[in-house]
């Protein structure tokens, strides 16, 4: 008997028959990634890997060039004050926020400011001068710590400068002045308060600091004397500027100092700074002669 012709059976793809010939219950791990497009997971678990690494590449490269052009605010120095002499000249301010103020008069010696206001977070000194090392120190730590966080928004807040000491007369409390740190003596004769000048942008609406022993408060609008000059702070050497300044003071015909005016020192630079390269300035708070008779 003839069997009638049949076609012939091709062979299944290579593809085919290896998914026949694979045992069940076992299959490669696959991942899609795209639609239409597999991978490995080892493939996609590499893949995350360089995203990751990817990502905190440029996370550190954006916080070095924070850190970066942080730095060049204390390292590059800023044009807000005009020298008036070569010691001036040589003087370095960092390129942060101060209280702004407009000059009303320049002299040889000092120049008159009209200081606008300004909030402050102040703090008891333990120390009894004005560059008490310890005292000071400890002050400055409690009011950075509430500038950089510890404070009821848990707000980080920007550094100002400069530096104010105050030494206040026994008679009583007043206000304070320029820019974001004041010490100042207190009533009993024996304890100075160190102040912060906070940045501007903030004006009323300051977080409350979580230390109960530093307080907020707004300081109004003045007018001030200022001398500048470099190297380092003493307590005598304030003196006897205190004293040039009160005396050059004596001859202006426009301002006198106020009868309850209390000497402050501005320090505006970081403590690795050259003694050279330092702006200091000695400052009395003073008033217009028309306006004080």
């Known amino acids: 008997m ?6 012939s059976v091709r062979p299944p ?3 085919v028959r290896a998914r026949a010939e694979r045992p069940r219950g076992r299959r490669p791990a696959l991942t899609v990634v795209a639609a239409g497009t ?3 997971g080892a493939e996609a678990r590499g893949s995350l890997v360089l995203a990751l690494v990817s990502q905190a590449l440029a996370a550190s490269q954006r916080r070095a060039v924070d850190l970066v052009t942080e730095a060049a605010k204390y390292a590059l120095p800023s044009g807000r004050f005009e020298p008036r002499n070569l010691e001036e000249a040589l003087m370095s301010v960092p390129d942060l926020e101060t209280v702004p103020f407009r000059i009303l008069k320049r002299e040889e010696d000092y120049e008159i400011r009209q200081v606008e206001s300004y909030y402050v977070a102040e703090t008891t000194m333990p120390g009894r001068t004005g560059f008490d090392f310890s005292g ?5 730590n409690v009011l950075a710590s509430y500038l950089f966080g510890k404070n009821t928004s848990s707000e980080q807040m920007e ?6 000491t105050r030494k206040e007369e026994v008679r009583g409390e007043t206000m ?3 820019t974001p740190v004041i010490t100042k003596k207190s009533a009993d004769g024996n304890k100075w308060k160190m102040s912060f000048v906070m940045p501007s942008k903030y004006g009323p ?5 979580k230390d109960p022993s530093v307080t907020i408060k707004e300081v109004p609008s003045k007018i001030v004397a200022v001398a500048a000059f470099p190297g380092l702070v003493t307590d005598d050497d304030i003196s006897q500027r205190e004293s040039r300044l009160q005396k050059a003071l004596q001859k202006d015909t426009q301002y006198r100092v106020k009868e309850d005016s209390v000497v402050e020192i501005a320090q505006y630079n970081p403590p690795f700074t050259l003694p050279f390269a330092r702006r ?4 009395l708070e003073v008033e217009g002669v028309d306006s004080a008779s």
Do not use: G, K
């Not at 000071?136 to 400055?140: A, C, K, L, N, T």
């Not at 200091?280 to 400052?283: F, H, K, L, W, Y």
């Open 2 to 7: 003839a069997f009638p012709c049949l076609p």
């Open 13 to 15: 793809p290579r593809a």
């Open 38 to 40: 597999r991978t490995s």
């Open 136 to 140: 000071s120190s400890q002050s400055f």
């Open 159 to 164: 550094m100002t400068t400069p530096v104010f």
């Open 176 to 178: 304070d002045m320029t």
């Open 205 to 209: 609406d300051l977080p409350q600091a």
């Open 280 to 283: 200091n300035e000695v400052a």
